[in-house]
DNA sequence: GCCATATATAAGCGATGACTTATGTATGGT
DNA sequence: ACCATACATAAGTCATCGCTTATATATGGC
């Protein structure tokens, strides 16, 4: 039954708190993962598996600047669940259209 | 670290490929438990699971008619998803308008 | 009341997940 | 070259998850 969907890797990778902490925080801008580290009460190592699983659903991105390694969110990372809710565009039919547009706009 | 979210249950009830499908199956129209078993091929414990998941996270409803248990999508329940999609306006700026006033639409 | 159907709950099991500590790999400074 | 810092990966542990089978709880028809 489960064939991995496109949705699959964000919508588990948001399942956990812990990383929609994180990205909650990389929202707030770019950041080293010893800075975000330092903001959480969890390992480093705990960190960086975090960013991994994030980074393997599209959502951040990282840069590497000498010993830092500086991850972003990457704003096209949460199109799939756009397309997602928009794939249940019956349930608000008032909204659809502006749905649609967001999506349009998202493409470019 | 994991003050339980309001999106919490949601996105680990999304989490789930097969409650993504069961989900999906319902948005073609209200089901009943023995209909979702026999479109799937899990056990009928294992759809009663998933649709109290599903429930539990505000995704769907139900209603009983004789034997039957009847569930189906309760419309209301992404609008968490969409809020927490609007928490990030900042990533989307051109798109921020159009999504207040779906959540304002949603409201009512 | 009795039996069949429909669903929910219980109990258990193997797989996966989220952490930990320990170690490996880059990079920079001296 | 050496050492410290920054990050990633490995390995192990404990909890949670998704499923199963077995059983309990409706409801309806006779």
Redesign the interface.
Known sequence: ?????P??RI??A??D??R??LFESL?RGEAAVNELTAR???SQPAVSQHLSALRGAGLVNRRRDGRHVYYR?E?SG?KP??DW?AH?R???P??VA??D??LE??DK
Do not use: E, G, K
């Open positions: 039954m489960p064939t991995t969907a949705q699959d919508f588990q948001l399942a708190p812990s929609r902490a929202t959480f009460d969890i969110v704003p949460i669940l756009i809710l249940y019956a349930f608000w008032q909204h502006r749905l547009q967001l706009r998202m």
